[in-house]
């Protein structure tokens, strides 16, 4: 069996988390009173964060088909695309998705990890993740370490767990906080290649129930603030956003949905949802960065009993 050592524990008071630094600095385990709240994949790793497969290297030309999701949070750049310079064609990715972060920084609760130089994208990532007594601390840095300009804007990408009995419950989902001074629909489909997500916009806020569907959302006048709410938990995020400013698809959040399908999905190069899950997306703006310029991303993460 492959080895993932070390797997970094780190905890303060209610709040547990463990980080696999192999695995693109990935947080694999987020737990609050001894509760999991990501998803991580069944498939791919044991209760004990074992890869149960031998890791894949994608190269290049790599498509969905061969991703392998490892599930939690991680934080890449975006936009994502594959149209050429200036969009990340990932993932798979074999750098700062897939690839080893080193540890530059640990104690007991805190650890910082940063990634090779990707010479696609020209950027370094950095992760500091950071556990209180009662919230969690995500900070993404983007820096310039190529030769050229580059914009880009930090994302963090976490999958959270949703079962059936989540989905089924009346109240659960994702809310929203939308800025009402702020003109526009404050939710714009990014895809909906499955399904449809259903939204209800009242008092400055946006409700997405558990849908069966897949797809993703955009949330233009976002104020970050946004809730996932569960049977039993809920988590509260919190993030900058900076109105004027420009996003990756005009939106300082983002939501995916998916739950298991039988098949891949149309158009997306081989990428077939095997699980029921959805992926809070906050973003920093889009920034010009000369070399040695970096952007940043700060998110709380505060979980509470429901």
Same mark, same amino acid.
């Given at each position: 069996m492959t080895e993932l050592a070390p797997v970094l524990r780190l905890g303060s008071g209610a709040i547990g988390?463990?980080?696999?630094?192999?695995?693109?600095? $990935?947080?694999? *385990?987020?737990?609050?009173? %001894?509760?999991? /709240?990501?998803? =991580?994949?069944?498939?791919?790793?044991?209760?004990?964060?074992?890869? =149960?497969v031998p890791l894949d290297e994608p190269g290049p030309s790599a498509t969905f088909a061969h991703w392998q999701n490892w599930g939690g949070d991680k934080s890449w750049p975006a936009p994502q695309g594959w149209q050429g310079e200036g969009q990340w064609p990932g993932p798979p990715d074999a750098v700062l998705d897939a690839?080893?972060?080193?540890? $530059?920084e640990r104690t007991s609760s805190r650890v910082t990890l940063e990634s090779a130089p990707d010479e696609r994208t020209g950027l370094t990532v950095r992760r500091t993740i950071e556990c209180g007594a009662d919230d969690l601390v995500v900070e993404t840095r983007i820096r310039n370490t190529g030769s050229r300009d580059v914009r880009w804007s930090a994302w963090e990408v976490a999958q959270f /767990?949703?079962?059936?009995?989540?989905? =089924?419950?009346?109240?659960?989902?994702?809310?929203?906080?939308? %800025?009402?001074?702020?003109?526009?629909?404050?939710? $714009?489909?990014?895809? *909906?290649?499955?399904?449809?997500?259903?939204?209800?916009?009242?008092?400055?806020?946006?409700?997405?129930?558990?849908?069966?569907?897949?797809g993703k959302l955009g949330f233009p006048t976002a104020d970050g603030r946004v809730r996932l709410v569960r049977e039993h938990l809920l988590v509260d995020i919190s993030f900058p956003v900076e109105p004027?400013?420009?996003?990756?698809? %005009? *939106?300082?959040?983002? /939501?995916?949905?998916?739950?298991? /399908?039988?098949?891949?999905? %149309?158009?997306?190069?081989?990428?077939?949802?095997?699980?029921?899950?959805?992926?809070?997306?906050?973003?920093s703006p889009l920034r010009g960065l000369a070399p040695g310029e970096s952007a940043s991303l700060r998110v709380v993460w505060r979980p509470q009993e429901r």
């Amino acid at each position: 069996m492959t080895e993932l050592a070390p797997v970094l524990r780190l905890g303060s008071g209610a709040i547990g988390v463990a980080v696999v630094p192999r695995l693109g600095g $990935r947080m694999l *385990s987020f737990r609050f009173h %001894d509760e999991e /709240l990501l998803w =991580r994949n069944p498939a791919l790793l044991d209760e004990r964060l074992r890869p =149960r497969v031998p890791l894949d290297e994608p190269g290049p030309s790599a498509t969905f088909a061969h991703w392998q999701n490892w599930g939690g949070d991680k934080s890449w750049p975006a936009p994502q695309g594959w149209q050429g310079e200036g969009q990340w064609p990932g993932p798979p990715d074999a750098v700062l998705d897939a690839g080893p972060y080193e540890v $530059r920084e640990r104690t007991s609760s805190r650890v910082t990890l940063e990634s090779a130089p990707d010479e696609r994208t020209g950027l370094t990532v950095r992760r500091t993740i950071e556990c209180g007594a009662d919230d969690l601390v995500v900070e993404t840095r983007i820096r310039n370490t190529g030769s050229r300009d580059v914009r880009w804007s930090a994302w963090e990408v976490a999958q959270f /767990l949703v079962t059936e009995r989540d989905a =089924r419950s009346p109240g659960t989902g994702v809310y929203v906080e939308i %800025d009402r001074r702020r003109a526009g629909d404050p939710v $714009r489909t990014i895809f *909906s290649p499955h399904g449809r997500i259903a939204t209800a916009v009242a008092e400055g806020l946006v409700h997405v129930p558990f849908p069966d569907a897949v797809g993703k959302l955009g949330f233009p006048t976002a104020d970050g603030r946004v809730r996932l709410v569960r049977e039993h938990l809920l988590v509260d995020i919190s993030f900058p956003v900076e109105p004027e400013a420009q996003y990756p698809n %005009d *939106s300082p959040f983002q /939501l995916w949905t998916q739950l298991p /399908l039988s098949e891949p999905l %149309d158009g997306f190069e081989g990428l077939q949802p095997d699980a029921r899950l959805v992926e809070l997306e906050p973003l920093s703006p889009l920034r010009g960065l000369a070399p040695g310029e970096s952007a940043s991303l700060r998110v709380v993460w505060r979980p509470q009993e429901r």
